[in-house]
């Protein structure tokens, strides 16, 4: 017998960050298993977008934390007007060149809708997420997870990654 108290959005959503398999930039297999214990700061990036020029700030901030178990994690995506259309190796030299990118980038993923990518489903589900749930509504949309592994903020697109109160929230998950 199924889990009458499920809701449709909850099937199929991976109940642990850990377990999840993702694809790095260069076409390497993972999971997210690599990054328990730390905080991170997971967005979902697009390069023909009006807050691409977030990257610099994600670097910044990658800069200022990563010594003290922090990670960024950069997610592309063409899921919003076609706003990455990009190859993943042309997505890396991009980021690296022009911004400066340091931070950990993944293979293109759909992060909404029917195909949505388990990462995505585990941010944005109300059974995995019950604080900040919901849809992304656009590139850099920014999800902060503790050292447990669990979704404890969410940033709007608009919130650059430097502004006080997202640097107030990662200093706060690197102190638990």
């Known amino acids: 017998m199924g889990n009458f108290c499920s809701s449709p959005e909850d099937i199929n959503v991976p109940d642990d960050i850990y377990s999840i398999e993702v694809e790095t930039i260069k076409g390497e297999k993972t999971t997210m298993e690599q990054y328990r214990g730390h905080v991170l700061l997971i967005v979902n990036i697009a390069g023909k977008c009006g807050y691409t020029y977030?990257?610099?700030?994600?670097?910044?901030?990658?800069?200022?934390?990563?010594?003290?178990?922090?990670?960024?994690?950069?997610?592309?995506t063409n899921d919003f007007f076609s706003q990455e259309p990009r190859k993943n190796n042309e997505i890396a030299e991009s980021c690296s060149l022009t911004y400066g990118v340091d931070f950990p980038l993944f293979a293109k993923i759909v992060c909404k809708g029917t195909e949505k990518?388990?990462?995505?489903?585990?941010?944005?589900?109300?059974?995995?997420n019950p604080d900040y749930p919901g849809e992304i509504?656009?590139?850099?949309?920014?999800?902060?997870?503790?050292?447990?592994?669990?979704?404890i903020n969410r940033f709007a697109t608009s919130?650059?990654?430097?502004?006080?109160?997202?640097?107030?929230?990662?200093?706060?998950?690197l102190k638990e």
Not at 117 to 123: A, E, H, M
Request: aromatic letters at 16%.
């Open 54 to 76: 977030q990257l610099k700030n994600l670097e910044n901030v990658y800069k200022k934390y990563k010594d003290k178990g922090f990670f960024i994690l950069g997610f592309p």
């Open 117 to 128: 990518n388990d990462l995505y489903k585990f941010l944005t589900s109300p059974k995995t």
């Open 159 to 173: 919130k650059d990654p430097d502004d006080k109160e997202v640097l107030n929230a990662i200093e706060s998950a």
């Open 137 to 151: 509504s656009w590139n850099f949309n920014k999800f902060l997870v503790s050292k447990k592994g669990k979704v």
